[in-house]
């Protein structure tokens, strides 16, 4: 009976599995990713060209297509895609709100009222300005946000801080956009839609330490999250500290955000879709969740962006309005299968 | 076991909202046994609960547990010391049963092994084996009591010789008569087994049947503590409530 009982089937390994199968759906994305474009280069060739560049030989054919181009923007969209979807992990957890996107901590609006300042009043679409600001901006609305939601314990305060904080943010983007000229006009919508275009080797250095410290910490705060889930006092009962938990994971996810909004601007659905989905399958369990929306987020915003360069080539769609296109479906078919599964059982 | 091994509440003070919930309250429970709080609406019961859990803090007083105050035991310790029983939990995440009983391991460092041979463990106890591999958010509510205590009893799954504390706040609140029994005797099993289990029932004939103690609260003071037969008496309890409360011959107390 207790040999029995002892190898009963538990979920630890078909999570393993799951995060072995989600490695490989980056790789195989990565590559397709890197193959699609204006010019289309068979996925050998791209192996073979990231290999003469590893190996300092020297550069043929597509080569600089690949290496200079689309290997720094693969890269920004791993980087985003992860920071967005461990970012809405993490909120949904801390919420214990399942609809959380990272935005209620006001990071997305703060970087957006940053952004087009930096437009309209800087007279500069210059993207590092946008990025600076838009980085300062959303870290500044998310600190506002914390010190406005703490005066009381619980995380309520702190959704109905961020609801105001977000609102006087987007108020504000609204009355710049009513000062802006034809040209910022176009440059802010732009922005606002999101793209991975500015990518560049000097803008991944940039911005992977800012994404990838929170990516690092955040599966440290795994458990304290699932018990967290329970409410706040049975958390404290298993001995974690919300109250020091909270501001550490706010500030944590106002970073990865802030960096992925200041470079790429606004993509949503992706912080909200993917950890959704992946507890779906796999249940709450954060241990597998963050990792695993972390790897999800990066293949969505991968494969969304190899679409919206091929799709209308040689234009481009706004990555942003192609995950929600996408997305949005996708996840209406999840939710319907789900329920509809659930109510004949 | 330790000779000073008690889990104390001196002179507790705690206000809320301006309203004082707690009136200098001491109240010392032991090892080995069943302590049972009684009392109204209101009387503060669930308070003091929860302030010797250490989940809130006094104005005055203080809580200490083997002759050390909480504040000054750090928190995982005291979590794999003592776990609480909620009145009611909010999930509504779709955690599976066990994995809900797993959160109760999270104050121990990981032992894959261990915490699933703890959890089989725990379910059975606690009477929800019968319940595994379903969905939390599926169960109805007395099932998902059974749940919780089996996260609770998996927390402190082998705290019973080192002076474990269980607090169970209205366990049997929300379940059939024979749940009801059964969690009783489960506490008991577990003051039997060397924890020290302190309950909040609404039920005074189960706090008679089961209780090694009873503390009666009314008002936010301590009003008796002492022995069920000595503690719950008739004429208190009919002050304290309100109604004329009498002992029939079987010894249940019942209204007039």
Known sequence: ???????????HSRRRAALAALVTLLVASALWSLSRGAIDIPATEVVAAMGRWFGGAAARGDDNVVLMLRVPRLLLAMLVGAALASGGATMQG????????????????????????????????????VAVLAFAGGLGATSLVYALGRRHAGVANLLLAGVAVNAIAMAGVGLLTYMASENQLRDLTFWSLGSLGGATWKSIATIAPWILLPLACLPRAAQALNAL??????????????????????????LAVGASVAFSGVIGFVGLVVPHLLRMIFGPDHRFLLPGSALGGAILLVAADALARTVVAPGELPIGVLTALVGGPFFLWQLLRRRIGEGVR | MNHDAALSARALRVSRGGRLILRDVSLTAVP??????????????????????????ADVGQVTLDGRPLAAWPHRELARRRAMLSQRVDLAFGFSVEEVVGLGRSPHAPDVMRDDRIVDAALRAAHAWGLRGRRYTALSGGEKQRVQLARVLAQIWEAASTGGWLLLDEPEAGLDIAHQHFILRRARACAAAGFGVIAVLHDLNLAARYADRVAVLADGALLRHGEPTEALDPSLLSAIYGIPLVRRAGGAIDAL
């Open chain 1, 1 to 11: 009976m207790n040999a029995v009982t002892a190898v009963l089937p538990r979920p």
């Open chain 1, 94 to 129: 801390l919420f214990r709100n399942p609809l959380a996107d990272p935005g209620l901590i006001g990071v997305s609006a703060g970087a957006a009222l940053g952004a087009v300042a930096a437009i309209v009043l800087g007279g500069s679409s210059g993207s590092w300005l």
């Open chain 1, 229 to 254: 889930l329970l409410g706040e006092g049975e958390a404290t009962l298993l001995g974690f500290r919300p109250e020091r938990l909270q501001p550490l994971l706010v500030g944590l996810v106002a």
């Open chain 2, 32 to 57: 080995g046994q069943l302590l049972v709080l009684v009392g109204p609406n209101g009387a503060g019961k669930s308070t003091l609960l929860s302030t010797m859990a250490g989940l809130l803090e």
